[in-house]
């Protein structure tokens, strides 16, 4: 495998091989943000919250689109009134019934999986918010059950070009935040999206194609998890949704392996990998030297850590031990503390760095970042063989 780090400093190539423009779509995940802010479903949001808080809030969704309920659950935290659930599909947990929200996201709006949770919480009278795309099979079935609630996402980007569910994260998640303001579990709701929106355009001046290696977080970044197999480990609620987004990231963007592990429990099962063959260095572990000469990855652990600012002290005495081990066993790391005050703010700095790094990871292989699992077998793709004779409509 040839991984060119010298195309990282060569923009117009790496424009060129972004054929669907992943770089640009993620660098307006700041712009998704505030067109849910000012959306006019905004109303609806209101509605469901004078139906009185429910038992609980399940998020349910698949692939790309599953991401949105673990930020919600890391957002609301620990602390919240009522218990936020990511589960995935097809079947809804046995308790689900009246007194619960389910929420369906489904970025396409026809994810197979997503339309039968959907179908399942309207037969057991739970109340229903479907989140995707406008004039999909998920948006007709919300429409046509009463009681049931639909906000449509666009899937365009700003460039007008249709979006992955894993370029959606923001857009899809801006609104359930909104939600839990309006039901009490997130204070400044709002307020903290907004800053949310902010951080993510300094993370796109910041890691823009244009921007060197040098000075570049994202691209420095992305040359670390390509020297080797990156243990990906974080701390803290919004940590761990970090760490499993650049995992699922890696995989989907770049075809590239990872484990993945959150602090503390990481180290109870994954510390022996510090001490085992992966983490040995290689005679030819040099990093000065030419990878396009390298036949396939250096397989020498790169350790990433992703830190949430608001870690329990016993995590935080975890994490900072294993920035010692590695130090006196040789294993290259990097570690990032989230900034920023409001949690999604801290979560949206975290996010934005690993975004961008799993798509020049991408580029960097000269493998374009947008292909699918659909592309590999239709059957691992998210049509729902009920409207398979319809066109996909953004």
Partial sequence: MSLEDSLL??????VRIDADRMLASTAGAGAAIRAALDSESAEILSVLAG???PRSLCVVGAGGSSAPGEVLAAVAGRGSPLPVFAIGGPTLPGWVGPMDLVVAVSASG?????????????????????????????????ASARGVWFWPVSRLSVMQDVQKARSLLWALSAPL??????????????HGLAGAANTLDERALACGVEVPSTDN??????????SGLPLVWGSGDLGAVAARRLGRQLAENADWPSVVGVLPEAVRTHAGLLAGPWAQRSPQDDLFRDRTLDEQPQPRLRVMLLRDASEHPDTSAIAEAVVQTCERVAVPYESVMAHGGHAIEQLADLVGLVDFASV??????????????????PRFGHRDPRFADQRDRP
């Fill in 9 to 14: 400093d060569e923009p117009e190539e790496l």
């Fill in 51 to 53: 139906q009185g808080r």
């Fill in 110 to 142: 026809r994810t197979p999986e997503i339309l039968t949770v959907a179908t399942e919480a309207q037969r057991r009278g739970s109340s229903v918010l479907g989140l995707g795309a406008a004039d999909s099979p998920l948006h007709e079935m919300c």
């Fill in 177 to 190: 935040i909104l939600l839990a303001g309006e039901l009490g579990l997130v204070a400044h709701a709002r």
């Fill in 217 to 226: 977080p994202a691209k420095a970044l992305s040359m670390h998890l390509t």
């Fill in 360 to 377: 020049y990871t991408a580029l960097m292989q000269r493998r374009d970042p947008s292909r699918s699992a659909g592309d590999l077998d």
